[in-house]
């Protein structure tokens, strides 16, 4: 059972670009949350999907930033018209549906990707 | 004052010491995590709890629900176990649906 993956590992881009940043979650989990780690900082919750909802976007910064979670293939995470302050290693952790009744179930991360805008 | 604070901040310690890392939290919490992270590296999950304790090889986590108050436990610390260790909850009864973390323990095992 492969784990959660995220690809690219490593991403450059230039000022003004878009990035694209893709995490697959382990199978069976339909849960998707997205983290950022700000280079000395600590960790942040960034937003919580579901396939084809967004269930949380508190975290999620208010311009250029958007997620999805299509009914196939990965969460995306993207960024438009990225600036230096986006450079930080973004991960992506995975948990299962909840069959009924239990509030949480543990969460399994990514090897993150780490974005350098130049 | 963040919602879950890590002590130490920087640990150094002989090769084969016991470690202690803590946590306490202020919010009312689901589960509990604890994680390691090397450094440049991905992020491991070393436990979840909600209660009491749990073991897995020479780690060892408790919980005190009451005191708001976790513990990671090392025994025989070798330098492998060099990392970042970050403790995690999540919150219960509403509130962001992710994990808040603290700032982690960095640890360094010298041989």
């Known amino acids: 059972n492969a784990g959660v993956m995220q690809n690219p590992r490593h991403l450059v881009r230039r000022r003004g670009q878009e990035a694209r940043l893709r995490c697959s979650p382990m199978?069976?989990?339909?849960?998707v949350y997205w983290y950022r780690q700000l280079p000395e900082e600590g960790l942040k919750f960034m937003v919580y999907l579901q396939k084809e909802n967004i269930i949380d976007e508190s975290g999620m910064p208010k311009e250029r930033f958007s997620a999805e979670f299509p009914k196939e293939g990965p969460s995306i995470l993207r960024i438009q018209q990225v600036v230096r302050g986006d450079s930080a290693a973004y991960f992506c952790?995975?948990?299962?549906?909840?069959?009924?009744?239990?509030?949480?179930?543990?969460?399994?991360f990514g090897p993150g990707t780490r974005l350098t805008v130049t | 004052k963040n919602e879950v604070e890590q002590s130490p901040q920087n640990l150094t310690a002989q090769e084969g010491e016991f470690i202690t890392i803590n946590c306490s939290y202020s919010v009312g919490i689901s589960a509990l995590h604890w994680l390691q992270q090397h450094p440049g590296g991905g992020i491991v999950s070393l436990f979840m709890?909600?209660?009491g304790k749990k073991k897995h090889g020479r780690l060892i986590a408790t919980i005190n629900i009451q005191e708001k108050h976790s513990s990671l436990h090392i025994t025989a610390s070798h330098p492998r176990d060099s990392a970042v260790y970050i403790c995690a909850v999540y919150h219960s009864g509403g509130g962001a649906d992710g994990l808040t973390f603290g700032k982690g323990t960095h640890l360094i095992i010298q041989p």
């Open positions: 952790a995975s948990s299962p549906t909840s069959p009924g009744g239990t509030t949480y179930y543990e969460q399994y």
């Open positions: 709890l909600s209660s």
């Open positions: 199978k069976g989990h339909s849960h």
